[in-house]
């Protein structure tokens, strides 16, 4: 029996992206000791047909929590935003889940590992979205003189979400984490923690973009204990574009000593001419590589 499972959820318009990070993770051999469970958001019969071959579970995704249905209406794919906080309901038998985005592909299995260490004991295991390199940690807009209006992605939806502007202000400023790649054991206090939180943020502000809230709330603020991987164990591309080691046909990190990436993560979408690479294949982008060059390529996993 497997103990460890990697899971995650699409609708017919990403079972491309989902295929592909399924078989981006079947490629390796050590992936025959790991499970991999989705939760169907919206998939075509066909589409499940053809993912129940190469996966152990496919479970229809539910609304884990109460939530407008005026906001989710026709909206099956934000399933994502509740259900991800609720993996042991769905899949009972795993001790330790490790969640990817869809949009998102495994190019080196050390992540894999690295994210079932990081969660034993408890712990969550997740990355923070910041990075040598980045350049903009928090948007600001300054009216005049030292006064300015606090954009930042955690104290924007905390304040429409209005979780109390004390612990928005708290998250203000802290690193923002990203809920699209993290590990958990079946039996961690940080469920419970995530999902009251999830309830609040849910009652008041935006569907989407609630669940990861949650998640900053139950770290920053609730200080649930958790293990911080280095950001190439999640490497958001539309934060920064990574470089090509051609000698090994590697994205690695653009700066030195230019470590491999283990998750290759498209959210937010890579866009060219007003095309998201993540709904079109055929998009590619230039790409600097080691030796300083430039290559066409796209950030999508391919066989």
Excluded at 72 to 97: H, I, M, N, T
Excluded at 279 to 284: L, M, P
Aim: net charge positive; aromatic share 10%.
């Amino acid at each position: 029996m497997k103990k460890n499972v990697i899971v995650s959820l699409a609708d017919s318009n990403y079972f491309e992206l989902l295929d592909e990070l399924i078989e981006s993770i079947i490629r390796f051999e050590e992936s025959k000791n790991v499970a991999i469970c989705i939760l169907d958001a919206g998939l075509t019969q066909d589409q499940k047909t053809l993912l129940s071959k190469k996966v152990d579970q496919i479970k229809p995704a539910e609304w884990d929590i109460n939530v407008s249905q005026f906001k989710v209406k026709g909206k099956e794919w934000l399933k994502s935003q509740v259900s991800r906080a609720f993996l042991p309901k769905y899949f009972p038998d795993y001790e330790k889940f490790l969640w990817i985005d869809c949009d998102a592909w495994v190019q080196d299995w050390s992540a894999i590992e690295l994210y079932f260490k990081a969660c034993e004991g408890g712990k969550l295991g997740i990355t923070q979205t910041m990075a040598p390199g980045y350049r903009i940690m928090s948007k600001v807009k300054w009216l005049f003189g030292k006064l300015a209006i606090i954009k930042s992605q955690n104290f924007k939806h905390a304040v429409s979400s209005k979780i109390g502007i004390e612990k928005a202000r708290k998250l203000a400023f802290a690193p923002h984490i990203n809920i699209g790649v993290f590990s958990l054991e079946k039996n961690s206090k940080c469920w419970q923690v995530w999902q009251a939180n999830l309830k609040k943020t849910l009652s008041s502000g935006q569907i989407f973009g609630s669940e990861g809230l949650a998640i900053n709330i139950s770290v920053y603020i609730d200080d649930v204990e958790t293990e911080f991987l280095p950001i190439n164990c999640n490497w958001i591309a539309s934060n920064l574009l990574p470089k090509l080691d051609q000698s090994n046909n590697k994205f690695v990190e653009p700066f030195l000593p230019n470590i491999s990436i283990g998750i290759i993560h498209l959210a937010a979408g890579i866009w060219k001419d007003g095309k998201d690479m993540r709904v079109d294949k055929s998009i590619k982008i230039d790409i600097e590589t080691l030796s300083k060059n430039k290559v066409s390529k796209s950030l999508r996993y391919l066989n």
